[in-house]
């Protein structure tokens, strides 16, 4: 496998196979009192300053087991400090940065002394320029990497990896709504739970529904979005997914809201969906539909709406194809992939589906990610009584990595609303997404 290590010790050999130490490079603003000391470095100290130079500089400063410190030159003031415990951490993060970072400080054989979402920006930020520098490297380390697939048993095993895990779990930190989707926030001061419903009514003003409208939904979570509409549309829902755990809390939540006749949870899977609907949402599954799934998506779509009605798709995305990022993929969310637009047009183009409006709301993301961590925070004690502290760690640094790919930019947020091609019920202004 084509790896970080091998290219780190191959510069070191080239060097040390001559007596001699690496020669420094002399840059502006380093003393020769420090230049001095990056000779005097340990092997590990001179493997662990080429791994930061392969990762494109970050602002840190990483501290070995034995106490040495290894920084960036360029780097007047690091963000945060990361202890390494042992030569198992060093060699993983040399052989495997992205994976095995998260492997070891999950563990607890790394730990981060700072803020760890800015570690998190610190490394997405210099990779920009890491993925210009080693660009051939790291395509060969990715074509290596296998992707879970979303075949229709695939798709159910990777939800059931993710959204199966406990929904006492996921109410300790979510909020009243128990909302998984990015929120909407109006004003800075917005609560989460507010800023969630707002976000559903900011989806139902753009897809303009009325009383006694249907419709359908493909990936409902735990029920939050088909339920607003149903109560306070006044519109019929069927809803779809395929994670028993959130399709039973949801099915009881309607009955306990008395919306029992007027929204229907089906635990089926999105490519089954069948019968007409005035209006599709999608709000949060496009990242686990897979883009080789995309057509079938749109093939879907196109048979509920005909040649009239309306669809939104909210989804995670990027501003370029890219995969998923691996450590997040293998621990957290199988199959999945934030799709770019072109990707995504994949679902549209065949089926002649018009595209209206694209919003992106990936700052309101980042804030809504703040808000699930201060409260998974304050709950990592329940938390870790029901699973271990590995699991704590584990999900604090994908909660704290994904606020890092939102402020970055790493990740987008996009709002797609659309139409059948041939439809002319169009608005001729947007006025009608924000009036109350």
């Known amino acids: 496998m084509v790896n970080a290590v091998e290219d780190c010790v191959a510069s070191e050999s080239d060097d040390t196979s001559q007596g001699r130490s690496p020669p420094a490079t002399p840059v502006a ?24 130079t392969f990762l494109g500089d970050p602002a840190l400063e990483f501290v070995l087991w034995t106490g040495e410190s290894v920084r960036p030159a360029i780097v007047a003031e690091p963000v945060a400090q990361l202890r390494i415990a042992d030569r198992t951490a060093l060699y993983g993060l040399l052989a495997d940065p992205q994976v095995s970072f998260g492997e070891s400080y999950s563990q607890g054989r790394i730990g981060v002394d700072g803020d760890l979402v800015g ?21 060969g380390v990715e074509m290596m990497r296998r992707r879970r697939v979303n075949t229709l048993h695939g798709s159910r095993d990777n939800i059931h990896h993710h959204y199966d895990i406990g929904n006492k779990f996921y109410s300790l930190w979510l909020g009243r709504t128990m909302a998984y989707t990015c929120a909407y926030y109006p004003t800075s001061t917005t609560s989460l739970d507010d800023a969630q419903v707002a976000k559903m009514d ?6 303009r529904l009325k009383p006694g409208e249907s419709v359908v939904e493909a ?20 809803a779809f997914n395929i994670s028993k755990e959130q399709v039973a809390f949801a099915r009881e939540r309607a009955q306990r809201e008395g919306l029992g006749s007027s929204v229907e949870f089906v635990l089926d899977d999105y490519r089954n969906i069948t019968g007409k609907y005035d209006a599709f949402v999608s709000v949060g599954m496009l990242e686990h539909v897979g883009v080789e799934n995309y057509p079938t998506l749109g093939r879907v779509v196109s048979q509920c709406l005909g ?7 909210h989804s995670i995305g990027r501003n370029f194809p890219a995969q998923m990022h691996p450590w997040i993929e293998k621990r957290i969310f199988p199959g999945a992939h934030p799709p770019s637009l072109a990707e995504m047009m994949q679902i549209f183009e065949p089926w002649n589906l018009s ?19 201060d409260l998974y925070e304050g709950a990592s004690d329940k938390v870790a009584e029901m699973f271990d502290e590995k699991f704590v760690r584990m999900w604090r640094l994908y909660l704290a990595g994904s606020i890092a790919g939102f402020t970055t930019g790493t990740l987008q947020l996009f709002q797609v609303l659309f139409a059948p091609g041939h439809s002319n019920d169009v608005p001729m202004t ?6 109350r």
């Open 29 to 52: 603003g380093v003393t020769a009192r420090s230049m001095e000391k990056r000779t005097e470095r340990s092997f590990e100290g001179r493997l662990l300053s080429r791994l930061l």
């Open 307 to 313: 040649n009239v009605g309306r669809g939104l798709i």
């Open 202 to 207: 900011h989806v139902c003003r753009k897809m």
């Open 219 to 238: 990936g409902c979570g735990w029920g939050s979005l088909a339920i607003h509409m149903a109560q306070h549309y006044g519109v019929k829902v069927r």
């Open 430 to 435: 947007r006025d009608y997404m924000y009036a």
């Open 355 to 373: 595209i209206l409006d694209v919003e992106n709301i990936r700052l309101h993301y980042a804030r809504t990610l703040r808000h699930w961590l």
């Open 119 to 139: 570690v998190l920006e610190a490394v997405y930020r210099a990779s920009t320029t890491a993925k210009r520098r080693f660009s051939v490297l790291r395509r």
